[in-house]
């Protein structure tokens, strides 16, 4: 056979066996998003997303564990989302090519990469036990906001990466001083597309379990929480338990599905968000 | 910047506004064992529901948990489904905690394989032999030819250390347990493979209309080799102890309890919280010694 | 006058965005301390070899406490090994589809719903081995039931699937488009050109983006807490029940009493799961390094 032939049946069985595996990978997350959207939409309803969980749990909804989540993602911003552009802002704008710089890259990068047990273990001891938070929406918080802090810092860096130097440039010429320049020619062009990482990051730590397990989460409270040193119900820690703890597992598996599907929708719906703006960031500054 | 702060101050009033204006009083903290956790909360919505004020956060975490918790006091009640063991006592005393322990239900622990497992009993030591895995295969010990597959809980959990104590003679557990989360989940994986023997509390067995679970077969345990061999769901046998894994659940306090656990103890000890431990496939205290050593607790 | 206020201000506001820079150091080297100062102690009841050598893990037993982590160890390679052996191939595959086969209209979107692969929360991934992959191998393998190695493998090669994949297709759109088109010049088909020119060329970040994928796989907790099965045993196949490090440590870290030997020994395995992670972080970075350096 002529070999241009032969390379071209080659070539269409290797791209057909890329196409494969995409397929694949598409077929798997399908299959999960179905499931879950066919078995949770079920257990889905008002009462469900507002009412909180009623005869041991077997009925009754999930609101105390939604609240639960909000409030200690909320922390983890307050957290990470400052420290994380002021962090970014050093990188980028003050830090020259030395060892130093170096060294905090290389410590963002590995940070990014330690277990997040390994987290809940550090929260523990440092938020738990030495500042004596105790087990409190404010302890599990923190933990989840060093967590987040690589990512917050790595997304802001790539939004001030964005901005010409042109805009710099031009406000030292006018002699502004570096806080200046920063302040008016960068920050208001960077902080759209800084949130924007950060949202991701914080969708993240919204998913959480590990770094709450010992930190805050509790099985079942019978109130919302009334301050920061208070314990919480959480979206991940209830799905953990209704999956594996409760009593009746067969029966609440609905409720399960449906807690999974509102973790899903708040997650993705954070993603989707922040993608959808980067998208519309990028083309505006087209 | 200012839109996430104005959002995020919203978000704040909003959650303000929806927490209900409650009182000033602490909520009392229970923590501890998983085969209590779903008969205690039950126990405490019952409880709030009737009782204007009162507020109670009910945790799980495994019987050593909560043991755990009243020693370094993050807990008011501890919740265990075993006795505490003399090194925890020491321990307790040593940080100046004085525990004092309420039985407020009775377990039959039971032993529970698939149905299609065609053994109907076995005595003590056949359970320990098993669960140490000296003894791999059902044809052993006269069930049909299947490898045996071992489901338990975790180190965390009363359950495990009452087996290990008094069925496995204070002997290691088989290495190859598989050591699940929680008593339903062992329930769920016996209900799915056939060599699979699991032990529960009595509370597991059944499903919402009272009838043991679909699936699943409960063992009659016996003391002795040619013994008669009782169901844990038999009351007057696991009352009288004939059924030798019958077990009380306790829940301690630290000292004389405060005037709102006592009440609520003592409520879970009266008819109606007993009517609920009986609802949810446990035993009541009776009338014998248990409800005699309370009554001295309380004072 | 106003000068020197405004020099001082300047080097406040510098300080200031210096010491949150400096903050990410701080944090490392503030986890390995307490890792470390927290699992010293446990080591004057246990002996080194012993905790890295003994197979068995038994803290509360009754007979002679345990607290060989081996089983603990091998389990997580294991269960690593196996997702990086499904998530490899199958990731370098989707990252070439993204970069060489797919029109770039369908990149644009299926770039995004990757993504949205690594979003699913491990709680969700783990709720979904127990109910769905489960059952699936217990049918396949006849095994009874579905909660072994295997399971994990699967599960973790779906997390660490979105990494792996982005980041080997950014190296392989990296390379100079001068290389592909030297080779489609000389004749090469585009399958060609991928195969012998690309992969080789984008080679060094794949490996870093393996090595990511495989610390995310070593680090996760909840996904194989939940469908492993936790047996303490020594594996012997993937249908096994198995423990890895990260469950052992969030099975017993709850009911541990403070201040004892076990609590230490929980925070030794955790000063091992980071050093581990750390390791092949830091390769994973020197890989990319020099792969970046040679771009220049």
Partial sequence: MKTSTRKGIVQAIGFFALRAAMGLVLAVLLLFLYDIGKKGGGAISWEFLSQAPRRGMTEGGIFPAIVGTFLVTLITAVLAVPLGMSAAIYLHEYAKQSRLTRLIRLSIRNLSGVPSIVYGLFGVILFVNVMRFGTSILSAGLTLGLMTLPWTITASEEALKTIPNSYREGAMALGATKWQTIRTNVLPYAVPGMLTGTVLGLARAAGETAPILFTGAAFYLPFLPKSLGDQFMALPYHLYIMATQHHAIQQVRPLAYGTALVLIVLVLGMNMTAVVLRYRLRRKQR | ?299 | ?296
Avoid at chain 2, 95 to 100: D, E, Q, T, V, Y
Avoid at chain 3, 218 to 247: C, Y
């Fill in chain 3, 1 to 296: 006058m106003k000068k020197r206020r405004r020099d001082l201000k300047e080097a406040a506001i510098r300080a200031f965005f210096f010491t949150c820079g400096v903050l990410a150091v701080l944090v490392l080297v503030g986890i390995f301390l307490t890792l470390v100062t927290t699992a010293v102690p446990a080591f004057r009841e246990i002996k080194l070899s012993e905790f890295l050598f003994s197979k068995a893990w038994d803290p509360t037993s009754p007979e002679k406490a345990e607290y060989g982590i081996l089983s603990m160890v091998v389990s997580t390679l294991m269960v690593t090994g196996g997702a990086l052996l499904l998530a490899v191939p199958i990731g370098i595959a989707v990252a070439a589809y993204l970069s060489d086969v797919a029109h770039w209209r369908v990149r644009e979107v299926l770039k995004p719903v990757v993504e949205v692969l690594a979003a699913v929360p491990s709680v969700v991934v783990g709720f979904l081995g127990i109910v769905l992959i489960g059952p699936i191998l217990a049918k396949i393998f006849h095994t009874g039931n579905g909660l072994n190695a295997a399971n994990g493998s699967i599960l973790l090669a779906i997390m660490a699937l979105p990494t792996i994949i982005s980041i080997s297709e950014d190296s392989l759109n990296a390379v100079p488009t001068a290389y592909n088109e030297a080779s489609l010049a000389l004749g090469a088909s585009r399958w060609q050109t991928l195969l012998r020119v690309k992969l080789p060329a984008g080679l060094s970040g794949i490996i870093a983006a393996t090595m990511l994928g495989m610390g995310r796989a070593i680090g996760e907790t909840m996904t194989v807490l939940m469908v492993t099965g936790n047996a303490r045993a020594f594996p012997h196949g993937f249908l096994d029940s198995v423990r890895t490090m990260t469950s052992g440590i969030a099975i017993e870290l709850g009911e541990v009493p403070y201040y004892t030997t076990h609590y230490y020994a929980l925070f030794a395995i955790g000063l091992v799961l980071f050093v581990i992670t750390f390791a092949v972080n830091l390769v994973a970075d020197v890989v990319l390094r020099k792969y970046q350096e040679r771009e220049q």
């Fill in chain 2, 1 to 299: 910047m200012k839109k996430i702060a104005i959002i995020a101050l919203a978000a704040l009033a909003l959650f303000g506004s929806i927490l209900p204006a409650a009182p000033a009083r602490k909520m009392i903290q229970v923590k501890g064992s998983d085969t209590m956790v779903n008969l205690v909360q039950i126990l405490a919505e019952e409880y709030m529901g009737k009782t204007p004020g009162a507020a109670i956060a009910v945790l799980g975490g495994g019987s050593g948990t909560g043991i755990t918790g009243l020693i370094n006091q993050t807990c008011d009640v501890a919740n265990s489904s075993r006795e505490w063991k003399p090194k925890e006592i020491d321990q307790a005393w040593e940080k100046g905690i004085s525990p004092r322990f309420f039985v407020v239900a009775v377990d039959g622990l039971s032993v529970v394989v698939n149905e299609k497992n065609p053994l109907e009993q076995l005595t003590v030591a056949q359970v320990g032999a098993l669960y140490r895995g000296d003894v791999k295969s059902w044809k052993a010990v006269g069930g049909f030819d299947k490898a045996v597959s071992l489901y338990g809980r975790q180190s965390n959990s009363g359950t495990y250390v009452f087996m290990q104590e008094f069925v496995l003679g204070n002997k290691n557990y088989s290495a190859d347990m598989k050591e699940m989360n929680g008593n339903a989940q062992i329930i769920e994986g016996i209900l799915q493979d056939e060599g699979a023997v699991g032990y529960v509390g009595v509370g597991y067995v059944h499903d919402q209309s009272g009838k043991i679970r679909k699936g699943l077969k409960v063992l009659k345990v016996s003391k002795e080799p040619d013994g008669t061999g009782f169901l844990p769901t038999d009351k007057a046998a696991v009352d009288s102890g004939a059924y030798p894994l019958s077990r009380p659940l306790y829940m301690a306090t630290n000292g004389k309890p405060k005037a709102d656990v006592a009440q609520f103890l003592a409520w879970i000890v009266g008819p109606e919280g007993q009517s609920i431990v009986e609802r949810e496939g446990f035993f009541t205290v009776g009338e014998g010694k248990y409800r005699a050593a309370n009554d001295k607790n309380f004072k």
